[in-house]
């Protein structure tokens, strides 16, 4: 992106300026700065390039032409362009509904969205696809999640009756990432599917082409689909390296570094984790940057660089203690250290560090810590006491309500602890249970989320 100078600016002509005309089909879609900068650019650089104090690169002005549904061609100085387009008829209620949410009146944002609806011509349909688009992100914040699934599907209808493939896709993207956060993981991966297969292969709309990517391959991921996951990460990754959403960049290498090392990758997953550390530094994200330490210090003990893997749990360590009392990375500095005092041959210090572990974790947590000292003492024999925590940790997930809760590898361990002593009767309830769940989930239990780095190795036999 190049800048001018306010002194070297070129002689005022009758033509709009590139910026004018942003600012011009902008507002007649009914979009704010920030909405039109996305999570590429800044509101700011909008701000300058429509007051024609900055112009974008050719690779920019592809992104903001797609958002405003314009030829690249209409944007450029050329003696001849397209008469503007008429203004949106949407957007004065588009604009009063921002404000509203803005001012946290997000009930009264919905009931001006949902007048426009009835008021708006049946023939004007990308006006109806904005409400239904910003209706629907309304509602992901505060709606019931049955009555947001709806909205999204209306929208979702909405642009597609416009035969916008892009704007379809990208919504398609929004309700995926709605789903994932309250742990639908395979309803994400089909909506994230769809959003590509929607797009096809369009060269023209690399940022969105990444973010599905990226966020299918997350999704892959967290149900333990590695193999599949990797491909979409790394092709996500390349991608990315000409965008500049830095966050979600180190978000996507992380993770592909997680599941590099779960694969015996050491040497490619730690570049990955390096990677995502930088960009987190970079960011100032100090929360990110403990999590990419943690990170590194899991790549580099199963890598067998233990003085490496001490070094870096020192860093998130020491870094975690300037949080608030209580945060969960606290919790996660915990687990690690006790990961790598099992690893080292400390029972004793582990054990230690896992039962301060669990007194420390949140609900989300707690049960991955019980698991956790459960390995510690089924390797070392103690299966009464390890039966006991595998119990624990499997209540809090059967009552946790969570989609995504490894229900199936939990009682599959806690089956073979039972039979190794002598329940068989309770084993094979468990064994069945299990079964029923993979069964269901159409997976093999290999679910690599980031709660199960400091797991130990399940004891053989």
């Known amino acids: 992106m190049s800048r001018s100078g ?6 005022r002509s009758d033509r709009p300026t590139l910026g004018e005309r942003i600012r011009r089909e902008r507002q007649r879609l009914g979009l704010t700065q920030a909405e039109l900068a996305g999570e590429e650019m800044t509101k700011s650089f909008i701000s300058q390039v429509e007051a024609d104090l900055a112009r974008p690169s050719l690779r920019t002005l592809q992104l903001l032409a797609q958002r405003l549904n314009r030829p690249v061609s209409y944007f450029l100085d050329e003696p001849e362009v397209d008469p503007p387009a008429p ?6 209620a588009l604009r009063q509904a921002r404000a509203l949410a803005a001012a946290g009146a997000t009930a009264q944002a919905l009931e001006r969205l949902d007048q426009a609806l009835v008021e708006l011509p049946p023939t004007d349909l990308l006006s109806q696809a904005r409400l239904l688009s910003l209706r629907a992100e309304l509602m992901a914040s505060t709606g019931p999640p049955d009555q947001v699934v709806h909205a999204y599907r209306q929208a979702a209808d909405a642009w597609r009756a416009t035969g916008d493939e892009r704007e379809e896709a990208s919504l398609l993207l929004h309700w995926a990432r709605y789903e994932m956060t309250r742990g639908r993981t395979d309803r994400a991966i089909r909506l994230l599917e769809r959003g590509l297969d929607r ?9 969105l082409q990444a973010n599905l990517r990226a966020e299918l391959g997350l999704a892959l991921a967290r149900r333990g689909a590695p193999a599949e996951a990797i491909e979409h990460l790394k092709e996500a990754l390349w991608a990315m390296d000409d965008l500049t959403d830095f966050a979600r960049y180190g978000e996507v290498a992380l993770t592909l570094g997680r599941l590099l090392g779960q694969t015996g990758e050491h040497e490619a997953a730690q570049v990955m984790v390096e990677r995502s550390l930088y960009f987190f530094q970079a960011l100032g994200d100090r929360e990110r ?5 943690l990170h590194l210090t899991w790549v580099k003990a199963r890598a067998g660089q233990g003085d490496g893997a001490r070094w870096a749990v020192e860093q998130a360590d020491r870094m975690a203690r300037e949080l608030p009392p209580g945060h969960r990375l606290q919790t996660a500095v915990l687990r690690a250290r006790a990961w790598l005092a099992a690893l080292e041959g400390q029972v004793s210090a582990a054990q230690a560090l896992w039962g301060a572990a669990i007194q420390a974790a949140g609900p989300q947590d707690r049960p991955w810590v019980h698991r956790e ?3 510690l003492l089924w390797r070392e024999g103690r299966l009464e006491e390890a039966q006991t925590q595998l119990q624990k940790a499997l209540d809090l997930l059967e009552g ?10 939990v009682r599959e361990e806690l089956a073979r602890v039972c039979e190794q002593l002598g329940q068989l009767d309770r084993a094979a309830g468990l064994f069945a249970g299990a079964l029923d769940w993979f069964q269901k989930k159409g997976m093999t239990g290999g679910w690599m989320d980031s709660g199960a780095l400091w797991l130990l190795d399940l004891p053989r036999g």
């Open 6 to 11: 306010r002194g070297r600016r070129e002689p």
């Open 373 to 375: 000292l459960a390995r």
């Open 87 to 92: 203004p949106l008829a949407a957007f004065p």
């Open 199 to 207: 797009l096809g292969d369009s060269p023209e709309d690399e940022w």
């Open 400 to 409: 946790s309500g969570d989609a995504d809760a490894p229900l199936g590898p």
């Open 289 to 293: 940057t403990i999590d990419g330490y």
